[in-house]
């Protein structure tokens, strides 16, 4: 993941001093003195997120509306609430509740020299500078073939097993279920929509590193694609908290 940080000019520099000292003058030491440098801050908004989608790879309706309904679900545990703008962005700094979710069609390798396997990336240095979420699409597809295949050679060793008359192995339930055919049709999109809320989460709370499990977890197995529990693509209490705190998210009982 790649950090970046613009350098401040000495103009710059002597206008920001220039400004505290101003400011510093109309308020008073009482003013000053009352100011808490340990006091957390007040949350920023109401709950809400925007997100600014632009989606370079002209994906059907049906697969944005699972892909939107994938993050929404991820993110109401925290009480927050996701504004959607499609096919525009503002040209101006966004605030902590907004953010850009930018589809591409690449496999993300011309962007950057890391492992192959990434499904998204969230530019940002440790100032909070940066606020888009790219999601390589290419790379969406790769995952479910991998899975598609993995389902169809469990497929062909459950028949075979039964023509031979012989135990299934207890590998294969491991390797893909019985069922899991039934997946494949809304995994691309599923894919796209938990790669993007982890890297919205990176960008929300200014996080650069990972969780030992859950949603933040620094990578995904083909096998987590193959089950209901929904608890491997969630967040854990201590991020829900955190996004409660610094976006003003509501607990999930309203």
């Known amino acids: 993941m790649a950090f970046y940080q613009r350098p401040k000019s000495p103009r710059t520099l002597l206008l920001t001093t220039a400004l505290v000292c101003a400011l510093a003058l109309l308020l008073g030491p009482d003013a000053a003195a009352a100011q808490d440098p340990t006091a957390t801050p007040p949350p920023f908004g109401d709950g809400t997120v925007v997100i600014y989608f632009l989606d370079h790879q002209f994906l059907p309706a049906e697969e944005v509306a699972l892909l939107r309904s994938e993050v929404s679900a991820i993110f109401e545990e925290a009480g927050l609430t996701m504004e959607w703008v ?92 019985a069922d899991c055919g039934d997946y494949l049709p809304a995994l691309t999109a599923l894919i796209v929509a938990r790669a993007a809320a982890h890297e919205m989460v990176h960008i929300l709370l200014n996080k650069l590193d990972h969780s030992a499990g859950g949603l933040m977890r620094n990578s995904f197995n083909i096998g987590d694609w193959f089950t209901q529990d929904n608890s491997l693509f969630r967040l854990d209490a201590n991020e829900i908290q955190q996004l409660r705190l610094r976006l003003g998210g509501f607990p999930n009982d309203r």
């Open 86 to 177: 499609i096919a525009d962005s503002p040209r101006r700094d966004l605030n902590p509740n907004e953010l850009r979710l930018i589809i591409l069609p690449s496999d993300g390798t011309r962007w950057f020299h890391g492992p192959t396997n990434v499904i998204g990336i969230a530019p940002h240095d440790d100032a909070g500078t940066g606020k888009n979420c790219f999601v390589f699409y290419r790379q969406a597809i790769w995952f479910r073939q991998q899975a598609v295949f993995r389902c169809r050679e469990a497929i062909q060793a459950r028949t075979e097993a039964q023509i031979r008359g012989v135990e299934i192995d207890p590998f294969i339930e491991s390797y893909a279920p």
